[in-house]
């Protein structure tokens, strides 16, 4: 799903974020990218869903070279891709429905099947009693299951999450990675950044670990311990 | 189906825009009707000039002198020539021109009774279509008629034509040069007072690609945005007009009477200048907000 040849991004003026990463995801995997603060994990998931361009190096995402994609053709890749920010990133004017339905509303769904399937996506993440309130009237835990409903509305092959779980109290972050692995299992591939250790060591899923923009470590999943890139 | 969803998705985020900014879209709706109310005025003003020019054109006569020693036939051939033209030809004899002077001269003609014979040529006065009264078409009408046998001369009032064409076209480089400026005024204020909008919505922007909207998706909300914002100056420079006309046109006529001109006068076609006015707003507005989303997504 995801392939990381050689890969370097550097800031003018600061340390390169990320230097000669080689990394390859699997379709149907789940991985953790964690490490410290500054250790590139935003980053790379950022190269991923084109948020901005590699210094050097190549990535394919579903067989696509990302940095030879046209600007034009970066939102029929994004459509493939969910994305979740700790942050939210929620229309703080829209109803939570209306937040869900906007990735499908983008796809040209007719509203009435969007406003379906969003409720559909809501029910399965537990906020079918919530669909016309504001985001904003909403706790932390409820906003994120908002963003993962509306990162996975439109079943993309992969769904990036980055520090899905930063913000929330252990019994929330075990419900928002309980939806994860729910998503996981239906088929989409799945890479979470985070910091949170503890959870990570719960999961028993592949882990990639940066530091200072350099993999140092890729062990756990299907492979006990994988090459260091 | 796609292409319908979207324009429902499309129009509901246009009127969700407008609610929610309703200042920031205000002021972009009142610099569209200002200018287009503007705009209204102006096109009044230049027909009333074209009317104004056009009526002092008709005063324009162009008077043929015939060489008395040519035949009958030959003098007969340069009227014949000119009517072929579709121009109103009067013939004047010597006597008739004679009787004309004196009736001009009034008691100082007492001198021209004396004359044993008509001292004026015989002549053709010719009344110009309008579509001829330029000047360009009035001098080679001149030079032709000069190189006639029959003819001795010309006279049309050269001067007076040239400065009043000069005069005519020197307010149309104004009104266009104004029009320029005017729009181009309009169309950075429009786009200035959109960005703002769409700086204020930035982070639906940003959430929007991130699900994979393609600019065109992102853009077309704040192009109808814009478009309604011109059809609603529109609508209010339309009123505008129309009140100024029943208001304050009669007094703008009473003042400017020694001009002969009647004021600012309505369109004949009203429905007409409603239509283009509306075009106009739309265009505007449409040009306005693409100019601000285009720099917006460039940044």
């Known amino acids: 799903m995801i392939q990381m040849f050689h890969v370097t991004k550097a800031y003018p003026g600061d340390p390169p974020a990320l230097v000669d990463v080689n990394l390859t995801v699997e379709k149907g995997e789940f991985v953790f990218l964690t490490g410290p603060s500054g250790a590139g994990k935003t980053t790379l998931l950022r190269l991923v869903f084109c948020a901005e361009p590699a210094t050097r190096g190549q990535i394919l995402v579903g067989g696509r070279n990302v940095a030879r994609i046209r600007q034009s053709s970066v939102p029929f890749l994004r459509r493939n891709i969910g994305v979740v920010f700790q942050d939210f990133k929620l229309l703080p004017h829209r109803t939570v429905l209306d937040n869900v339905a906007l990735a499908l509303d983008v796809l040209g769904v007719a509203r009435d099947e969007a406003r379906q399937r969003a409720q559909r996506m809501l029910k399965l993440v537990g906020l079918q009693l919530k669909t016309e309130s504001l985001p904003l009237k909403l706790s932390g835990g409820e906003q994120q299951r908002v963003v993962i409903a509306r990162a996975l509305v439109n079943e993309p092959a992969l769904l990036l999450a980055d520090e899905p779980t930063g913000n929330l109290d252990p019994g929330l972050t075990q419900e928002i990675m309980s939806l994860l692995s729910d998503a996981n299992v239906r088929g989409t591939t799945v890479v979470v950044a985070t910091h949170d250790l503890p959870m990570v060591e719960r999961s028993q899923k592949r882990v990639v670990r940066l530091e200072k923009g350099r993999i140092v470590s890729d062990a756990g999943g299907a492979a006990s311990v994988r090459r260091v890139g | ?299």
């Open chain 2, 1 to 299: 189906m796609g292409a319908v969803a979207k324009a429902q998705t499309f129009w509901r985020s246009a009127v969700e825009g407008l609610r929610h900014q309703p200042f920031v879209h205000a002021v972009s709706t009142i610099t569209l009707a200002i200018a287009l109310f503007t705009l209204g005025l102006a096109r009044s003003a230049a027909h009333e000039l074209d009317r104004l020019v056009g009526s002092l054109g008709g005063e324009v006569r162009v008077t043929v002198y015939l060489d008395p020693r040519a035949t009958p036939e030959a003098r007969g051939a340069v009227a014949t020539t000119l009517r072929g033209r579709s121009m109103a030809v009067e013939e004047v004899s010597p006597r008739a021109a004679l009787e004309r002077l004196v009736r001009e001269l009034g008691p100082a003609a007492e001198s021209l009774r004396g004359l044993s014979e008509d001292p004026l040529p015989p002549s053709l006065e010719v009344r110009v279509p309008e579509r001829m009264r330029a000047p360009e078409s009035l001098r080679a009408l001149a030079v032709e008629l000069r190189g006639t046998a029959a003819v001795t001369g010309v006279d049309y009032g050269e001067q007076a034509v040239e400065r009043l064409s000069a005069i005519a076209r020197a307010v149309r480089w104004a009104g266009w040069v104004a029009f320029i400026v005017l729009v181009g005024a309009t169309l950075i204020i429009v786009s200035a007072t959109l960005q703002l909008a769409i700086y204020a919505r930035r982070e639906e922007v940003e959430i929007q690609k991130l699900v994979g909207a393609t600019d065109r998706f992102v853009q077309a909300p704040f192009l109808l945005e814009g478009a309604l914002q011109g059809l609603a100056g529109a609508a209010l420079a339309i009123a505008g007009l129309a009140v100024f006309r029943q208001t304050l046109s009669p007094q703008l006529a009473t003042l400017l009477s020694f001009l002969r001109l009647p004021g600012v006068a309505a369109d004949a076609r009203p429905w007409m200048e409603a239509l283009e006015l509306a075009l106009a707003g739309a265009a505007l507005g449409l040009s306005g907000s693409y100019l601000a989303v285009h720099r917006f997504l460039r940044a």
